[in-house]
């Protein structure tokens, strides 16, 4: 593969990332496309002058979006020694702060279908002239036990993860 082509599908690839971090992320589409780069960039980090020139942005733009994703630590930065440049990257732990906001939205969404289950029983139960669907029924219990599958699932990542970064401190 030519580095162009690899450098159009790393193009391609941050902007399809940087809509997916604005919608899911609430970032703003500047911050959403730093994100990406950085996450494509891995551990050798990205310049402030590298990220003008990929993106395309004002300085002032580049650099509040920055302190912004620095400041809700999504990411960081380091320096080299005889470089007085800062280098950004993805903060380290930001895989494992992603996997407990994935875990507690599961574990939100199964307490609330429980509720709704447990009521539309206690309908079907004392008032059997309701209107209570019986395929809601089914469907409730069905999505429960698939929402306990992927916390279980997401535990099981997150542990996984989380023995992997400690293997690269």
Not at 29 to 37: E, G, M, Y
Not at 90 to 117: C, F, G, N, S, Y
Request: hydrophobic share 35%; with cysteine.
């Amino acid at each position: 593969m030519q580095y162009e082509e690899l450098e159009n599908e790393k193009c391609s690839l941050i902007e399809e990332m940087g809509v997916f971090f604005e919608r899911n992320e609430t970032f703003s589409p500047l911050a959403a496309r730093i994100f990406s780069v950085l996450v494509l960039s891995g551990e050798q980090g990205v310049t402030f002058e590298e990220l003008l020139e990929r993106l395309e942005a004002s300085k002032s733009s580049v650099s509040t979006n920055l302190h912004l994703l620095q400041s809700t630590g999504k990411i960081t930065y380091f320096t080299k020694t005889g470089d007085r440049k800062r280098y950004f990257k993805t903060a380290p732990d930001q895989i494992l702060i992603r996997m407990d906001e994935k875990i507690e939205q599961w574990e939100k969404e199964k307490r609330l279908l429980e509720k709704v289950h447990g009521y539309q029983l206690k309908c079907k139960k004392y008032c059997p002239e309701s209107d209570t669907n019986k395929l809601s029924i089914q469907f409730n219990q069905h999505y429960i036990k698939f929402a306990e599958a992927m916390i279980n699932n997401l535990f099981e990542l997150r542990k996984n993860m989380s023995n992997t970064l400690n293997q690269f401190k």
